[in-house]
């Protein structure tokens, strides 16, 4: 690719707000090069000579547009049948100032769930003017923002694929936000949901971040997939406190949750995703990774205190460099030997990959020009006032060739035309590996496990972890002093500056509960004893939330400022004001009806005509008058609306929630949903939202409102700590 002087926006560098954010950054491409980079890596061996060049040209091309198909695998497998059968024809011989345009196509990796993941690679301005392309964006942004499309890295895909998770995990996200690859956890813990119903998997997944803005970004991202098996923390990942799960009434007989799936995507320097962080360019030096590399291990050894005897851990950065990679691994290793690393070779075969290193060669010269083969050859250079910036666990070990770090999986650029990343699989020994005594204790007595927030040490071991040599971490969230998390359950709660409402399961035969059940016609099996609210006094005031078995007992067995507990299962039912009766009645709310749905009363549910869909669609509020008979007089009794549309572009089975009052019916679904609604049945937006948004815009008919956000600028940031949706950043 030749250099002209073009203007890249770099957005961020550096995962989870590294020092390399370069959010505002803009470079030129003649600026794409760093010696310091150059030779660090050529340093490194990372890639062979001969690719090199190919290697750093991929580097400097911006990154194709790739997004997956989210949801329940059945919704998921629908609107990818959609993408498939009526989009990418439509999008196929298409021309664009005289030039053909390449359509959509199927990661070839991504083998399950299959063919969910894609990738085009189209500019800005042709999405914008060329019709067809423009129809598809459209498509795909109002999916995307009812969370049936996540735009998302083609190699940010990877880990969780590796993770395995089945629907009775018990899964832990360690450093979640902002949760794409939370949402991929999530839905594979939901792989028994149904086209219109949400299952309650036995299993649980607690999503944490230590960024208390970041968290709420992924409590927002997760809604899309609302599940009773979630939970969120905003705790440092490194001292993750024990987190109790009842044998029976007496605090004394709690366990320690044990977990069956753990990832570690640790914050690391993120210079994988240079190709769409080009500030990455000017700023990238050796001292990013160097200072993440304490904080990475610590992460990935705290995991290993928390998984399960057949557990598995996935540990992945978007970094190229050893030191936040191999070298994490290596010392994680040594520290538990009773892990190994997973051979995973066979998994995936059509992505192309590179072995994890065996030798690699830190630096502490900011130039990367000087290099030490041994730490002691690094200690001895030192003058006696200058600080140790390196530990022992930056460089190889002596052993590193019985700790098969060629397991390890390393994606390269120019390979398949992603970003970098790296992803390793642990899991402990089946047979005859060493247990230690500590694990055991761990796993039966929680209250007596020596202190999370100092993993037990191997110090003595070679390149095995020594917290106390480590330079100082550079970006955990900053926790007020003495916001440690106290191991003892019996200690007073700490809460600091954690202003979240308690979590209170109402009784099941609270009376408030008891005639919502009633009134809503809500079957016996409606888990009402798994019903919490969340406000000071403990009440059925506002919103109710549903939980499964396995959130509910954690959450009577642990204090949830300890755990910073930031939400937990799912929203199903809401107050509406001043019902037809002049007091407020309980309404399943439209996120919540998947999860509520097993549980409705068939007889409230009234099938009905796609002219009738069209007339809710169209109005907010329309009145009973504009419905024809006997839909008019049947709707009455009923408080949800089915069908099977077979409308312009697929068959769907629907079912809606509806509320009458006195002299209208509405759908009580959000504006964006009823959008993506109409557009995916009628293939044109004729909402009153969208209406108004074309009559503003004077758009083409089509697609009539012209989304906020635009698959180029919609990937939910994984870089960067600082900026969320919400505070209007370019995610
Ligand atoms: C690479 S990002 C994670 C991306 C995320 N897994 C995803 O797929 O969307 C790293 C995250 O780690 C968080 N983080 C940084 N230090 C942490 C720590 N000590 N404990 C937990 N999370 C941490 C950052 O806030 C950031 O959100």
Request: hydrophobic content about 35%; proline content about 7%.
């Amino acid at each position: 690719m030749g250099r002209n002087n073009k203007k890249r926006g770099g957005r961020r560098g550096g995962r989870g707000g590294s020092r390399a954010d370069t959010r505002t950054d803009v470079v030129t491409e003649s600026e794409m090069f760093n010696q310091r980079l150059d030779s660090y890596y050529k340093k490194q061996q990372i890639i062979p000579d001969d690719a090199w060049d190919e290697f750093m040209q991929s580097l400097r091309r911006p990154l194709p547009t790739t997004f997956r198909v989210a949801g329940s695998r059945q919704t998921a497998k629908s609107i990818n049948e959609l993408i498939q059968n009526n989009y990418v024809p439509s999008l196929k011989d298409v021309l664009f100032e005289g030039q053909p345009l390449p359509p959509p196509e199927q990661l070839p990796w991504y083998a399950y769930p299959e063919g969910l993941a894609w990738q085009f690679n189209v500019a800005k301005p042709v999405l914008r003017k060329q019709p067809e392309f423009k129809k598809f964006h459209y498509f795909l942004v109002s999916e995307t923002e009812v969370g049936n499309i996540s735009r998302q890295e083609a190699v940010s895909m990877l880990p969780p694929l590796f993770l395995d998770v089945l629907p009775h995990h018990k899964v832990m996200d360690m450093c979640a936000a902002p949760g794409s690859k939370t949402a991929q956890l999530l839905e594979a813990l939901h792989a028994d949901d149904t086209v219109t119903s949400t299952s309650v998997p036995p299993g649980l997944l607690i999503a944490n971040d230590s960024d208390q803005k970041r968290t709420h970004l992924l409590i927002h991202q997760s809604a899309r997939l609302p599940s009773p098996a979630l939970m969120v923390t905003n705790l440092d990942a490194s001292i993750y406190p024990i987190i109790k799960i009842g044998g029976s009434n007496s605090k004394r007989h709690t366990n320690q949750l044990l977990f069956d799936r753990i990832l570690c995507d640790v914050p690391c320097s993120g210079d994988g995703t240079i190709r769409k962080n080009s500030g990455i360019w000017r700023k990238w030096q050796p001292g990013d990774g160097n200072g993440l590399h304490a904080l990475q291990v610590r992460i990935l050894v705290r995991a290993m205190r928390m998984v399960n005897a057949s557990g598995r851990i996935v540990y992945s950065t978007c970094s190229l460099n050893p030191v936040e990679n191999e070298a994490v691994i290596a010392v994680a290793l040594k520290t538990y030997p009773e892990y190994e690393l997973v051979d995973v070779s066979s998994r995936y075969p059509e992505l192309r990959r590179c072995p994890g290193l065996t030798s690699w060669t830190p630096t502490a010269d900011k130039t990367a020009e000087t290099y030490f083969n041994t730490y002691q050859e690094y200690r001895d250079s030192l003058s006696s006032i200058d600080p140790v910036k390196l530990t022992k666990g930056h460089w190889p070990p002596s052993d590193v060739a019985d700790l098969n770090l060629t397991r390890c999986i390393r994606i390269y650029p120019h390979l398949q035309d992603t970003g970098g990343f790296f992803v390793a699989v642990l899991q402990k020994r089946q047979q005859g590996g060493p247990d230690t005594k500590e694990r055991k204790r761990e796993a039966a007595e929680p209250s007596d496990v020596p202190d999370a927030k100092k993993p037990r040490l191997a110090q003595e071991t070679e390149g095995a972890i020594d917290v106390d040599a480590q330079p100082v971490q550079p970006i955990v969230a900053a926790e007020p002093a003495g916001s440690e998390t106290p191991e003892d359950g019996d200690s007073k709660p700490i809460s600091y500056d954690f202003k979240e409402n308690p979590y209170t399961f109402l009784s099941s035969k609270d009376p408030i509960l008891t005639s919502c059940i009633n009134r809503l016609k809500l079957t016996d099996g409606f888990p009402a004893s798994n019903i919490l609210v969340r406000n000071p006094g403990g009440d059925a005031v506002r919103s109710l939330y549903l939980t499964n078995d396995i959130v509910k007992t954690i959450i009577l067995n642990n204090d949830y400022t300890r755990i910073r507990l930031t939400t937990a299962g799912t929203k199903v039912l809401a107050k509406q004001e001043a019902g037809r009766d002049g007091d407020a009645q309980f309404r399943v709310l439209g996120e919540g009806l998947p999860v509520v749905l097993p549980y409705i009363d068939p007889s409230t549910i009234m099938e009905s005509g796609v002219g009738t869909l069209r007339i809710l669609l169209k109005a907010y509020h329309p009145t009973c008058a504009s419905f024809e008979e006997p839909f008019r007089s049947q709707i009455e009794s009923k408080g949800y609306l089915a069908g099977t549309y077979a409308a312009v572009t697929l068959s769907h089975d629907i079912i809606l929630p509806i509320w009458k009052s006195n002299v209208s019916i509405s759908l009580m679904v959000d504006k964006k949903a009823k959008s993506a609604l109409s557009l995916r049945l009628f293939g044109a937006d004729i909402t009153v939202a969208g209406l108004a948004a074309q009559q503003q815009k004077n758009a083409p008919a089509v697609a009539v409102e012209e989304p906020e956000a635009d698959m180029e600028g919609d990937e939910v940031e994984e870089v960067g700590a600082s900026v969320s949706k919400e505070e209007g950043g370019s995610a």
